[in-house]
């Protein structure tokens, strides 16, 4: 058990670390930040611990925030510090104070993971506000497309936004979401989703017992985009209607460095924000979310030296900046005292890994943050060996196999609850592990789409089937479940969560070959859907079932052709809305639309407001086409009324601005 939960380690210091103290003593040196207090919100502040430990470590630090009298915030959990002339020095922890001014107090937490020897320091910084009068404050942040706004306090049971507007270009306001008043501090607020180069009015807006009182106005202008970023640019295919709105778009980064920030434009392509990290790899934006907030999966060194793809889920506001951070190595370590025995570092399994044996390599295409209480469900690519001839291997090897993992974690984004599907792979109503992937798909080291693979190489079978490739979760209030797209079994799980009391059973699979029957009304010669993407039910849960269908199964045709999966050889990718009828075990089409091309991966899809429907094909030869479309009554298809075309995508959202994001 000692050797499971070291993934800093390969083998063979795996070895030498079990002849080390049970114990050892873990001591603070120092914990200083690069700026004296006090300093102003928006400042950044660059946070350093170092350690000393009597054990062979590695020490690993966490780092909480909190203002003084309340309860310390996770932002950094333990992640492994650099050792150097016998002191560890912790990964930096750079912290941007932007919603409110006082003083607050710093905590650092050290833990020798081999020893279990923990200990913690915590310093006092005050941070000043940016308005000290009755007059509000606009200031640059480090994003030029970006300002932070600062107002006077207003009275608690009051509610204030801010409303900002081009001046002189006829342009409509936008406006922030709603923030409840804090008397005894000042209003902060990043405005976000302005051109560049363009002067702003911007001014609060106060809501007390139904009336709105407005601030006085003052003027921010934006900066200019750097010009060392590359951002993607965007063709009007179908030029917009009388809609308005911004699209927020996340170019395709797997599998190698980005060269695209992601960024919000407007409906003709015109930029109004960006993000990329630094370095700029393997950013995958999951969510906008309603507090103008949004989740993100980065690459980035964590606990296993030999693998850095996605190994971060990051919390960031629109600046930027980093408000919460997790990585994959403490989650093993959260895991594994839950019990999770298939949560092992990969780096800590003999190789060549023995039959049983399985390890977590990195997040996976989502993150939601709609589960109650205000906790967040995360996907995480893993791998497990079994034995030969699993899923029809003739290598007389054992064959190393990629699954997935769910994991739920709390507001300090602690795990509370998993779903491991291996644990449900012996067959109905449970998964099936010799059920192959539909279309045979496989995964090697290095290969594009595919994550770093710790346990393959010698002695193990060459091929490595990519088994179930989740790409979606939806949590689905009505029921308090989860569902779970699966692509590469062209199905869509739903999970007995129950508000983290499931079983974490498989309750249904609909698609080819699931448990439901498709009410083909419409006489399509392939009703199902295939390789999906963005599964969600709309209108709070109440449907209808909204999908990309990438349509992988029904263009290439699987290895063995079933009655219920016929594989045509033909068509587009398609965007999908279906009811589903639990009650009868059927689904009816509401939309099935054909795009005008073919997908082979990624994608979005969502209802808008207006009762249009919003769908990213996304990898489309190396390009990627925003699509809206109007439906028409009394068939399954609809019209486009917004084609805008770019470099080749992830995921895509329609959105009146970025504080007011879709609910699905």
Known sequence: MKASIHGLFHLAALVALLGAPAYGTVQIVSLTPSLVSPQLLGTSIAWTATATDSASGPLTFQFNVGLSGQSLALVQDFNVGHLKS????SPPFVWVPTTAEGSYQIQ??????SSGETTSQTASYTINP??????????????PLVALFGAPSCAAGSLMRVQFQPRGQGLPPSDTNYVDCNPSATM???IAGMYPSTTYTMFSQTVTGGKTTSGPPITFTTGPPPSNISFPPFQTNVPPGRGSGLLLFNPVTFGGESTDASVAVDLSGKLLWYYIPQPAKDIVLTRPLPNATLYTLQSGKAWDPANSHLQFLRQIDLAGNIIKETNIGVIEQEL?????TDAQPCAAIAKPAPVGSACLDGFNHDAIDTLPNGDTAALIVMEKIWPPGTQGDTSGLPVDILGDMIVVLDTNWQVVWYFESFQHAGGPPQLDINRAPVLGNTCKSGQRGCPPLGLAGTGIATKVPDWLHGNSLYYWPQDSDILWSIRNQDWIAKLDYN?????????WLLGPCGDFTFNNIYNDPWPWNSAQHDVGMENAGAGPLTIFDNGDTRVSAPRKSTACMPGLGMGDSRGMALTVDESTMQV??????????YSSSSGSAQLLPNGNYFFLAAQVKGRSYSIEILPTPGTDTGTQVLNLESVSGYRAWRMPDLYHPPIT
Not at 108 to 113: L, P, S
């Open 108 to 113: 650092v937490v050290i833990k020798d993971f």
């Open 336 to 340: 594994l005292a839950l019990g999770a």
């Open 130 to 143: 940016l308005v000290t009068g009755t007059t509000p404050v606009a200031v640059a942040t480090a994003n």
């Open 588 to 597: 009816t089409p509401v939309l099935s639309v054909d795009l005008g091309v």
């Open 188 to 190: 902060n607020f990043e």
């Open 86 to 89: 016998g002191v560890w020095t």
């Open 499 to 507: 508000n983290g009391t499931g079983t974490g059973n498989v309750l």
